[in-house]
């Protein structure tokens, strides 16, 4: 089974960035579609990026678009979410997942995803 390990989140303010990653641990993720997703209070968990195996499609959620970008190093195993321009509806549990190949497309949904990290806050606030 593929174990999922991400890095802390933290408290960013407006307009700040942040990195977070996630790293595959007993297994590779060469032939694993990669996604981010989150889940704010009261809300359902949604897609927030997502990143195709081995030729590196990527695929954005519109709230999303132009400050956030997601990248893979199949060498470390990790996948990345790059967090820019954040702002408070940023705010969120960040959780990485795995799905297998050709699970990022458009309307790439949690449902495909059938393992998943530990899950990361991330706050956004002044």
């Known amino acids: 089974q593929v174990q999922l390990v991400e890095s802390r989140g933290g408290l960013v303010q407006p307009g700040g960035s942040l990195r977070l990653s996630c790293t595959a641990s007993d297994v590779t993720l060469d032939y694993y579609t990669m996604g981010w997703f989150r889940q704010a209070p009261g809300k359902e968990r949604e897609g927030v990026s997502c990143i195709s195996d081995r030729d590196g499609w990527t695929f954005y959620a519109d709230s999303v678009k132009d400050r956030f970008t997601i990248s893979r190093d199949n060498a470390k195993n990790t996948v990345y979410l790059q967090m820019n321009s954040l702002k408070a509806e940023d705010t969120a549990v960040y959780y990485c997942?795995?799905?297998?190949?050709?699970?990022?497309?458009?309307?790439?949904?949690?449902?495909?995803?059938?393992?998943w990290g530990q899950g990361t806050q991330v706050a956004v606030s002044s």
């Open positions: 997942a795995a799905a297998g190949p050709g699970a990022c497309v458009p309307a790439f949904n949690r449902f495909a995803f059938h393992y």
